[in-house]
């Protein structure tokens, strides 16, 4: 694209870009654009200015609104302004405004308004000082002078690790003779080398301190590529291991096109393949989080803007593939449901979402997730269902575009697509089954918000329609259920803190309805903030001792990884777990541990909690027995043992 100057007046102009004249600016012909709303790149050679307001009317000026605000929602002509959904609220239509001659936004429903520094700040959630950052990077500014605050800078260094890191990772790939498997193994999944390089996949290789090494040479801050989990200390404290080891790596990028994290997937032929995960994500960092983390989004998003949708598939190579055979518009979460920080986002971009299942997944819990978030979000959400036992992948690769790009098109509203699942489950089942089919549904949408909205009202009639019920009795029942979870009537209700520790729709869920019990919390807390405790806890405590089964699942899944010769830690736990909000529990448990100044005071507290609830119960036991058992000896044996128990609390009493 050429740039048009005219040192006369005050302005370059640069497609739809404006950038102020300075005396110091050398021309420069060339101008391009990538895809990512703050990655513009414009000629360089500022003067630099010493004045901040200068420097900062400098940046504005610089940054055009529509620009800018175009790169991150969907923007339509409306007379001299522009409209989009606003991104700051959960907007039922169209209220945000930005005016290209104030170079001002405002939302008329939520009243958020500003200049295009106010918007960079309050969508990417960053101070005022990085937002200017950030704009004046996309103008090609120079801010050498301009002294960033210690988050700034550490974000910014974090930044440089993980693109130095993904650089490494590719380099090796692609030259290394250490990559040749990986090489191998990336031709047998059909992969391009156009599309390995486009997402800038590497390999790590198999050497426990590969990565370290070169850091070193690189002269990298160690601290750094552990702070954003790369690499961990050792156990005896001195020195450190890489934590990608034989894998094939997926550098994992925002909307921006920065590298935030890395998905590792094993080698099949490695020797770890029989003992270690099969994908393996980056730690939460302060720069990732798979929760709110969509992999290929940067590459995306501007396909799926033109669609008018962007597809959600499971795996980095479906992403890769549809990219391949030349469908865009497809993203993958990082081995999470579909949730509501995902939706918020996606709905500033694309008017709608579709999620692509296999006929075996889009059975089970993935739709009943999706259709929780679709009912709390004002976006249009449809499932795509495949041929069974075929992922996106494999069927491109084995019948081509055609077949996907059919599933997609043909993809059915999720919640119609509810209805006909819970119909054909049941429509046999008589009376009683048309009433199961409306507890399953009415069940989901009593989650959403209590007010009576267009999109409910919609909703409730589809269902009186489908199986033949009056609206108001639906609407009856709803309040009923919505009542219920007001007064706890589940754990997920009752403790907010602790809601949904296991899969959604499992009996664990529908059946646990007390809050965990505080020595069961405790424990957790302890463990994983301090995870050399994992083996003597295991010596102690025995995983179904835990009444409350998300806890359970916790305490048993670090006592596997002990099993298996791994750190009993949250890292390597989150690999072996498939539940979000589990594993967002569990860091905020690990939060709280890290706080109790002795935590080996803390664990001993907890094993001797245990120790007196298991003699309590056994006390109940023989009391039980006591007052059951016919046989005058075998009862004055119990009643020994209840009286040996009272003048020795500590004694174990033992069958």
């Known amino acids: 694209m050429q740039g048009l100057f005219d040192l006369r007046g005050r302005y370059l102009v640069c497609g739809s870009g404006r950038l102020p004249i300075f005396p110091a600016l050398v021309p420069n012909p060339r101008c391009r654009r990538d895809s990512s709303p703050l990655g513009h790149t414009l000629p ?53 405004d930005v005016d290209p001659r104030r170079q001002r936004y405002r939302c008329w429903a939520c009243d958020k308004h500003g200049d295009v520094i106010n918007f960079v700040q309050e969508f990417e959630r960053v101070s005022f000082r ?109 020195g450190y291991y890489d934590r990608f080891r034989d894998r094939v790596i997926f550098p994992v990028r925002d909307a921006r096109g920065q590298t935030t994290g890395f998905g590792g997937r094993v080698l099949p032929s490695s020797p770890l393949a029989a003992r270690a995960p ?21 590459l995306a998003r ?51 979402v579709v999620l692509v299942f296999d006929a075996d997944a889009g059975g089970n819990t993935g739709v009943d997730r999706a259709l929780e978030v679709f009912v709390r979000h004002e976006m249009n959400l449809k499932i795509a269902t495949l041929p069974e036992g075929l992922d996106p992948c494999d069927l491109l690769v084995s019948q081509g575009a055609e077949p996907f790009q059919k599933a997609l098109a043909e993809a059915v509203d999720v919640f119609e697509y509810k209805l006909d699942q819970v ?36 909703m409730v009639n589809r269902v009186a329609h489908r199986l033949q019920l009056k609206e108001e009795t639906l609407w009856a029942r709803l309040r009923e259920l919505r009542a219920a979870s007001a007064e706890g009537g589940t ?38 903030a301090e995870p050399k405790l994992v083996a ?30 791994l750190p009993s830690d949250l890292d390597h736990l989150r690999d072996g777990l498939d539940n979000e909000l589990l594993m967002d529990k569990a860091e905020q448990l690990r939060e709280r541990g890290l706080a109790h100044p002795d935590k080996s005071a803390s664990f001993a507290s907890v094993l001797e909690r245990f120790r007196q609830r298991r003699q309590q119960q056994r006390v109940q036991e023989l009391k039980f027995q006591v007052s059951a058992v016919q046989d005058h000896d075998e009862a004055v044996a119990i009643l020994r043992q209840l009286a040996h128990h009272k003048s020795d609390p500590n004694r174990e009493i033992v069958n």
Request: proline share 5%; hydrophobic share 40%; glycine share 8%.
């Open 423 to 458: 119909w054909k489950q049941e429509a046999g089942q008589g009376i009683e089954g048309r009433r199961r089919s409306v507890e399953k549904v009415l069940a989901i949408l009593a989650t959403a918000p209590a007010e009576r909205t267009v999109k409910m009202e919609l």
């Open 44 to 96: 360089r050679g500022f003067a630099l200015v010493e004045d901040r307001s200068a420097l900062k009317q400098q940046i504005k000026e610089a940054n055009d609104i529509v620009d800018v605000v175009g790169g991150y929602i969907s923007l339509r002509p409306a007379g001299p302004t522009f409209k989009g959904v606003c991104p700051f609220h959960d907007d039922h239509r169209p209220s945000f």
């Open 536 to 565: 003597q806890a295991r010596g102690e405590i025995a995983g179904r001792e835990l009444e409350h089964p998300g806890l359970r699942r916790l305490l048993e899944g670090l006592y596997a990884l002990l099993e298996e010769g």
């Open 491 to 528: 754990l997920r209700e009752q403790q907010p803190g602790l809601r949904e520790l296991t899969q959604p729709g499992s009996p664990e869920v529908m059946t646990t309805a007390a809050p965990a019990a505080r020595h069961e919390v405790d424990l957790i807390e302890v463990l994983l």
């Open 130 to 238: 990085e937002a200017l950052v950030l704009l004046a990077r996309r103008a090609g500014i120079s801010l050498d002078s301009f002294k960033k605050s210690p988050h700034e800078e550490s974000r910014a260094l974090m930044l440089d690790v993980t693109r130095w890191a993904a650089t490494e990772f590719q380099q090796c790939l692609l030259d290394s003779p250490l990559a040749e498997a990986a090489r191998l193994y990336l031709g047998e999944r059909k992969l391009s080398g156009e599309i390995v390089r486009r997402f800038g996949l590497g390999f790590a290789p198999p050497d426990w301190d590969w990565l370290v090494k070169r850091a070193q040479s690189a002269g990298m801050n160690l601290e750094l590529l552990e702070k954003v989990g790369l690499i961990a200390r050792r156990d005896e404290g001195s």
């Open 302 to 352: 501007q396909a799926a803007t033109k669609a008018g949708f962007l597809a959600i598939v499971e795996g980095y190579t479906d992403v890769l593939m549809a990219h391949q055979f030349g469908i865009a518009n497809v993203a993958a979460t990082m081995g999470t449901a579909l949730n509501d920080r995902h939706l918020r986002k996606l709905r500033t971009l694309v008017p709608g």
């Open 278 to 298: 099969k994908y393996y994500n980056s730690a939460e960092t302060p720069l990732f989080s798979k929760s709110d983390q969509l992999y290929g989004i940067d």
